[in-house]
C-alpha cells in the first residue's frame, strides 16, 4: 500500500538545511551560523517575577484563549510606542502574532497566489523564503545600492516587496534613508505593499537609528499607508516568547486576522502579558544598554580576528549593528556550500549565503554570528575557519587538477 505522496515543495528546500541539523550533535562546535542572542544576558529573574505576578493576578487573560488580533492592551501599548508626530497609530493598525515568523507567513497567505511575483531585498532572509516556499512565488531581486537599481521596475507588478532596512539578515547592511524614501515612493507609486521587517532596529552599535520606512509613510492623519511594519520581541527580549506584531493599514491587519484564525487562533496570553508589562516597566530598555555593550564588543572581536585571519580570503564590510558580518569569497573557486561541511569538520559552523538566495545559486557568500560566542571563541571559531577555507581551496585544486 503506498501512501499519498508529501505536498511537492517540500522536495524544493535547500539541502543545507539537513547539514544543519546534524550540525547540532557534533561535540565542541563553536556555533557561528545561527542569529542567536546569548541567553546569558536575558533578565531571567525580572522575567520570572513578571511571570508568578501575572499569573496569580490575571489567570483568565493569562491562561486562557486571547483574542485573534491581540491583547488590547499590547496593541494599543504598540501603537502608542511606534506613534509618531504624523503617524497616528490606532488599535486597528495592530495585530500580534506569534513572533515574526507568524507574520512572514500570514504575509504570504493573504498576498501570495501561485506564481506571485515577490521584490525582494537580495540576498534575502532565509526565514521569509522558509514561510513562502509553499506559496511557490516568484522572485525579482532587489539589489539595494547597486549601480542602477529601479525601484518603480522592481515593483511594477509585483504583489509586495520585502525589505530588512536595518542592519540587514544575512549581510548586516543599513540602508540608507534615500533608498528608503525611494523604496516607498516606488510603493505609492505602483500600488504595491512594501513589507518593512525589522528585527534588528534596536541592535544598533554606532550611532542613532535611522527613520523606519514606516515613519517616512507619516502623512498626518489615521494610518492607512502601504507599508507593512513588522516587529519582534525576539533580539530585544528573548525569543521564546515567540511575540511579534505587524503595524499596517488597518484593512491588511483585517485580513492577516483572517489567516491568523486557521492558523493558531491566538498567540499566548501570558507571553502577551509578559510583553505588555516588559514594556510598561521599560524592562527592554533597562537591558538594552548591557546587550548593545556586549554586541559591540564582540562585532569588533570577530573583526579584528577576521582581519588577521580571513583578509587573504574574503571581503567584509563591518557592519554598524544587528548580529551578522556578511563575508565575500576572494577567490571565485571558494564553493561556501563545500566550505560548511569542511567547516564542520574543523568544529565551526558558518551559514553559507546558497540558503539566502531564493535560486540557491550564491556560493560565494558566508554569514558570520557574532552575538552568541564571547570574544575568545569568536577568535577561535575564525581561526577555524581560516583552516577550512584553506583545506576547502586546496581540495579544490587537487579535485581540478585531477580532472580533465
Ligand atoms: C529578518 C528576520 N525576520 C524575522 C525574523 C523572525 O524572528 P522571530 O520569529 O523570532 O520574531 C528573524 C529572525 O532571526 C529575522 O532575522
Redesign the pocket.
Known amino acids: 500500500m503506498t501512501r499519498p505522496a508529501l505536498a511537492d515543495w517540500l522536495s524544493q528546500t535547500n539541502d543545507v538545511t539537513q547539514v544543519f541539523l546534524a550540525a547540532g550533535q557534533i561535540p565542541d562546535l563553536i556555533n557561528m551560523a545561527g ?1 542567536l542572542p546569548d541567553p546569558a544576558l536575558w533578565p531571567v529573574d525580572q522575567i520570572a517575577g513578571l511571570t508568578d505576578r501575572i499569573i496569580r493576578d490575571h489567570p483568565a487573560q493569562a491562561l486562557g484563549y486571547s483574542p485573534i488580533e491581540g491583547l488590547p492592551e499590547l496593541r494599543d501599548a504598540i501603537a502608542a510606542r511606534f506613534s509618531r508626530p504624523g503617524l497616528a497609530l490606532r488599535r486597528d493598525n495592530v495585530l500580534i502574532t506569534t ?3 507568524q507574520a ?1 507567513d500570514l504575509l504570504g497567505k493573504v498576498l501570495l497566489n501561485p506564481g506571485g511575483i515577490i521584490a525582494a531585498q537580495s540576498p534575502t ?1 532565509l ?2 523564503l522558509d514561510a513562502w516556499r509553499p506559496r511557490a512565488p516568484s522572485y525579482r531581486p532587489m539589489h539595494l545600492g547597486a549601480n542602477g537599481f529601479d525601484p518603480l521596475a522592481a515593483l511594477q507588478g509585483a504583489q509586495f516587496a520585502y525589505t ?1 532596512p536595518n542592519f540587514s ?1 544575512p549581510t548586516g547592511r543599513l540602508v540608507p534613508v534615500g533608498e528608503r524614501q525611494a523604496l516607498l515612493d516606488a510603493a505609492r507609486g505602483t500600488g504595491t505593499w512594501l513589507v518593512e ?1 525589522d ?1 534588528y532596529g534596536t541592535l544598533c552599535y554606532d550611532g542613532p537609528p535611522l527613520p523606519r520606512i514606516l515613519d517616512l509613510a507619516a502623512t498626518g492623519g489615521a494610518y492607512d499607508g502601504p507599508v507593512i511594519y513588522l516587529g ?1 520581541l ?1 533580539k530585544e527580549l528573548a ?1 521564546g516568547f515567540r511575540i ?1 506584531w505587524v503595524i499596517a493599514a488597518p484593512r491588511m491587519i483585517a485580513a492577516l486576522t483572517t489567516a491568523k484564525q486557521g492558523s493558531d487562533m491566538c498567540t499566548s496570553g501570558l507571553c502577551q502579558m509578559i510583553a505588555l508589562r516588559a514594556f510598561q516597566t521599560g524592562l527592554t530598555e533597562q537591558i538594552l544598554p548591557r546587550v548593545l555593550d556586549t554586541y559591540r564588543q564582540r562585532r569588533d572581536a570577530l573583526c579584528a580576528a577576521m582581519d588577521r585571519h580571513l583578509a587573504p580570503f574574503l571581503d567584509w564590510q563591518i557592519p554598524q549593528g544587528g548580529m551578522f558580518v556578511w563575508a565575500t569569497a576572494r577567490d571565485p573557486r571558494l564553493d561556501t556550500d563545500r566550505l560548511l561541511r569542511a567547516a564542520l569538520d574543523h568544529g565551526v559552523c558558518i551559514t553559507p549565503g546558497s540558503t539566502f538566495d531564493p535560486m540557491g545559486q550564491d556560493r560565494r557568500s558566508v554569514r558570520i554570528n557574532f552575538t552568541l560566542n564571547p570574544q575568545d571563541r569568536l577568535a577561535e571559531g575564525t581561526r577555524r575557519l581560516a583552516k577550512a577555507i584553506a583545506s576547502t581551496l586546496a581540495d579544490g585544486q587537487t579535485a581540478s587538477s585531477i580532472s580533465p
Open positions: 542569529g513572533g515574526g515568523m512572514l532572509y526565514g521569509a530588512v539578515n521587517d528585527p519582534t525576539s525569543p511579534g
